[in-house]
């Protein structure tokens, strides 16, 4: 059976980089969506699944921090990693806090994000497992207290 | 009736003297004013009697005051006193102007006193005015002249704080320079990057007949050059945001000796250089961990910069008080002794390829940090840099 392609949005508002990550994370195998504001990606995130966006911190219609968090609500189990350049460095904690999974810093070796995108996902994967446990878990105990 | 007196000083014990020149042509009221003016205890009286011999006393040494009579035997006093400013004496000068009758009454006094006894009153009272004429114009003088000075002082003050001002406005031009160039080079930097890391996978990834077609051509060593410089204006671009921003560390417990040993892991060091430590303990920084390794990967750096044709570079942790206490040496070249003075100043650099923001970055952040650097010394044997910071 062919492995299912990972699906991951990216959010920026320039569109060479947008391009150019899109390029990079198709070759290593994913399928890519791209978003040039938070609203188009906020839009997509509802409509479609990802498994894993990255979001600009600095985006023309909202703060990346705020996107974090609207995101976080509507998907709480996509892996959510911020791009932050070096003056955002505290927005990068807040972000931890209202539910990234990570930040990268500018300027962004591709190496790194694709070391980070790999670990979340696999991280997912895993959790996935987990939640799959309880659930068979809980079916498991229900079905013996109806017994 | 009280027999006045001649007014002395409050304070005799303050000793100075007012030293007068008084140019007078009468030897018999010169002789009377000397005496009676200098009963005082404020004044001591030089006579001169004529213009030319006021001028050539002037010269020799200096007088508070100039006090002359109108007549003198070569000159009025109107003369002698635009002689003196003439010649650059800038003391006040007063005229020894009373009326006939006091005038009389001075020459018969000073002829014969035991006659004129009932007029030493009056020669009191014609003396301690003049006295008091004598001080407050000496007085007036000093302070007008401290008020100048004080003028002056303000002026340069201004004008020091004018050049600071200039300097600092610069500066924020640089700073909000730095921040707009940081804006508009780092997107495109990133996409130079992200093609450059497709354009070696793709290569990586091509039949081998292909890639060793461009391997011929030496197209895959061009791409390389091209990524180098890429790494060259990131690094340029961070300076100046780093410069440019303000600092706020994030302050945690950091172990210099770990982020040593990640730096010394992550740069390269050249054959040629021997890295010794000289680690005296475990000592603990109260710091931002991120901040401390820039701190510490520009001195070391500049360090393995220094020796280009190879040399040692120590290390070395130390706990002075409430200090840790790192040092860098290098056996390099030294910093020249012109440069010295600037060497923390931004935008100063003697290194063909520097931004000049290196030493200035690590200086603003080891001063965010409460610490302190310093040069330690530098000579052609080569430069010690000390960086002190809170211990833990």
Do not use: W
């Not at chain 2, 921003?245 to 040593?260: A, T, W």
């Not at chain 2, 892991?265 to 603990?284: A, G, H, M, T, Y």
């Not at chain 2, 409430?322 to 040496?329: A, K």
């Amino acid at each position: 059976m062919e492995k299912i392609m990972k699906r991951i949005l990216i959010v920026d508002d320039d569109l060479a980089i947008l391009d150019s990550t899109k390029q990079i994370l198709e070759f290593e195998g994913y399928e890519v969506e791209t978003a040039a504001t938070a609203g188009e990606g906020l839009e997509k995130i509802e409509s479609q699944f990802f498994n894993l966006a990255l979001f600009d911190i600095k985006l023309p219609d909202m703060e990346g921090t705020e996107l974090l968090e609207r995101a976080h609500k509507i998907r709480p189990d996509m892996k959510k990693i911020m791009v932050t350049g070096y003056a955002s460095l505290e927005n990068s904690v807040f972000s931890l806090n209202a539910g990234a999974d990570a930040y990268i810093m500018k300027p962004v070796n591709p190496k790194d994000l694709l070391q980070k995108i790999k670990e979340k996902l696999d991280e997912q994967e895993r959790d996935k497992i987990i939640d799959g446990d309880k659930v068979a878990e809980f079916l498991e105990e229900r079905l013996l207290s109806i017994r | 009736m009280m027999k006045p007196g001649i007014l002395k000083s409050p304070d005799t014990s303050l000793g100075e003297r007012f030293q007068v020149l008084f140019v007078i042509s009468s030897p018999d009221i010169a002789v009377l004013s000397q005496k009676y003016l200098e009963l005082s205890d404020l004044l001591s009286v030089t006579v001169s009697h004529n213009g030319q011999e006021a001028l050539a006393f002037v010269q020799k040494r200096s007088y508070d005051v100039i006090l002359s009579d109108y007549d003198l035997d070569d000159m009025d006093a109107i003369t002698l006193h635009i002689n003196l400013e003439r010649i650059g004496q800038k003391k006040p000068f007063l005229l020894f102007s009373i009326p006939d009758r006091d005038r009389d009454i001075l020459i018969d006094y000073a002829q014969d006193p035991q006659k004129h006894v009932d007029s030493e009153h009056d020669v009191y009272i014609i003396f301690n005015e003049q006295i008091q004429k004598i001080v407050q114009s000496v007085e007036l003088f000093r302070a007008r002249n401290r008020l100048e000075l004080y003028a002056r002082h303000l002026e340069e003050l201004v004008e020091e704080r004018t050049k600071q001002l200039q300097i600092a406005e610069r500066f924020a031009i640089i700073g909000e320079l730095a921040t707009m160039i940081g804006h508009d080079m780092r997107n495109p930097l990133q996409v130079i990057t992200n093609m450059q890391y497709l354009l070696e996978m793709k290569i990586s990834k091509m039949h081998p007949d292909d890639a060793s077609v461009l391997v011929k051509h030496g197209i895959p060593e061009i791409f390389n050059r091209i990524r180098t410089e890429v790494l060259y204006l990131n690094k340029i671009v961070s300076d100046l945001q780093d410069y440019a921003r303000d600092i706020h560390p994030e302050v945690s417990i950091v172990n210099p000796i770990l982020v040593m040993d990640e730096i010394l892991k992550n740069i390269s060091i050249p054959d040629n250089i021997q890295v010794i430590k000289r680690i005296e303990s475990d000592f603990l920084i109260s710091g931002d961990p991120f901040l401390l390794t820039r701190v510490l990967e520009n001195l070391i750096n500049n360090a393995i910069q220094a020796m280009e044709k190879g040399g040692i570079l120590t290390l070395k942790i130390s706990r002075v008080k409430e200090n840790v206490c790192i040092m860098i040496s290098d056996t390099g070249v030294g910093i020249p002794p012109e440069s010295l003075s600037k060497i923390f100043e931004p935008l100063y650099t003697t290194k063909p390829k520097g931004t000049g923001l290196g030493l200035a970055v690590t200086k603003r952040l080891v001063e965010a940090h409460g610490g302190t650097i310093t040069l330690v010394n530098t000579s052609s044997e080569g430069t010690t840099f000390e960086v002190t910071l809170p211990a833990s």
